[in-house]
């Protein structure tokens, strides 16, 4: 049985059932049955106070387990030399000269480099989310950060287990991080919020089971491998126009302007908005959003500003080909961990992690990818 399936999950099979019924072909939704992803989204409910040790939190500091250092990228003196030359378009000479750069940065003697801080993207309490899913560990904190060193040759992720037992420190204690934003943009998530989270399911977009995605290809294959090859391949072809069909509940109704917006006012799927919320509300609404939004309702289902176990996003090859041609092994044994929206300009930020891995409880082979 595939736990990462939305079909193997007990507390979403009302959801399934909404989203399969829509499909006149029976065949066509077992088919996309094998694409939907038993997913939590999180969304913001609260600025973060840092009054709770070790909770689900996005953005700010982590609350770090005692003895653990804030991770940093550590840079060569020739290479941060050349990024401050590309980067104000002058010779090595005039920025040394000119530019008091080095002084930005805090120096390893040992390892003869600057220590660049890593961006603290998330920290999940694996406690708080195992009723919402069975993949996870049952206990303990994921760490989520980012290498935002600019002139990395690629982008990198880092995840750490943090267990259940160790104790934490809190994230205000951590000295104000050193770095020069000049050439290295670290705070994306400056502001901090608290994350709650809610059962979901997340299909592909199915314009992407195509032949530049052979894995998605071969998994459809397979859920109509009993029928014949006429009927299968009629199927396929009505795969490539399945959005036509999608009914509005289950269509992007958000341009991601209001979706930041909606996460960052603490509206969470299936709350009522009271007269006094609705009344609180800025006059930001889309006229897509004001449809949405009717007082003393409940508020209908949109996407998190982050999720797990998610699908990544492009029209091209899928990210998880991309991690499998890095780390090694096949593309279908990979999946999206976590994926958060990471800016105003709609960039989505994909943490991907081997099956295997994830089933053992490891998290130090991790590829990162945006949607593109």
Not at 36 to 42: C, E, P
Not at 114 to 129: E, G, Y
Not at 318 to 330: D, M, R, S, T, V
Request: charged share 20%; glycine share 4%.
């Amino acid at each position: 049985m595939d736990m990462l399936l939305a079909e193997n999950s007990p507390i979403r099979q009302q959801q399934l059932e909404q989203k399969l019924a829509q499909f006149k072909d029976p065949n066509l939704a077992h088919t996309l049955s094998a694409f939907i992803r038993s997913s939590v989204d999180l969304y913001p409910c609260a600025i973060e106070d840092y009054a709770q040790l070790g909770n689900s939190r996005l953005g700010g500091l982590p609350d770090l387990p005692v003895g653990m250092d804030y991770p940093v990228t550590l840079v060569g003196r020739e290479e941060m030399l050349d990024a401050y030359a590309e980067e104000f378009d002058h010779t090595r000479e005039y920025i040394e000269e000119h530019y008091w750069w080095s002084e930005q940065w805090d120096w390893d003697e040992a390892a003869q480099a600057f220590r660049v801080p890593m961006q603290f993207i998330a920290q999940l309490n694996c406690s708080d989310l195992k009723v919402f899913q069975s993949y996870l560990p049952r206990e303990g904190r994921l760490l989520f950060f980012l290498e935002r060193w600019r002139f990395s040759e690629m982008l990198r992720g880092h995840v750490y287990y943090v267990a259940e037992d160790q104790q934490l420190n809190s994230g205000e204690a951590i000295a104000e991080l050193k770095f020069d934003d000049a050439v290295c943009a670290n705070y994306e998530y400056e502001a901090a919020y608290q994350l709650q989270g809610i059962a979901s399911i997340k299909m592909i977009a199915p314009d992407m089971i195509n032949s530049d995605n052979p894995h998605l290809v071969k998994l459809a294959k397979a859920r109509l491998q009993a029928l014949p090859e006429p009927q299968q391949a009629m199927v396929l072809e009505a795969i490539a126009v399945v959005d036509d069909e999608l009914v509005p509940e289950w269509q992007n109704q958000l341009y991601f302007f209001d979706l930041m917006k909606m996460n960052k006012h603490g509206l969470i799927p299936g709350q009522i908005l009271t007269q006094a919320q609705w009344a609180a509300l800025p006059d930001w609404q889309s006229s897509n959003l004001q449809a949405l939004l009717v007082p003393e309702q409940p508020l209908p289902y949109y996407d998190g500003i982050a999720s797990i176990n998610g699908h990544g996003d492009s029209r091209y090859k899928a990210p998880e080909l991309h991690a499998a041609a890095e780390l090694g092994g096949n593309a279908e044994d990979y999946l999206v961990l976590f994926k958060v929206v990471y800016s105003e300009h709609s960039m989505q930020l994909n943490f991907i992690i081997h099956r295997d891995d994830l089933a053992l409880g490891k998290f130090d082979r991790i590829y990162c990818i945006y949607d593109y």
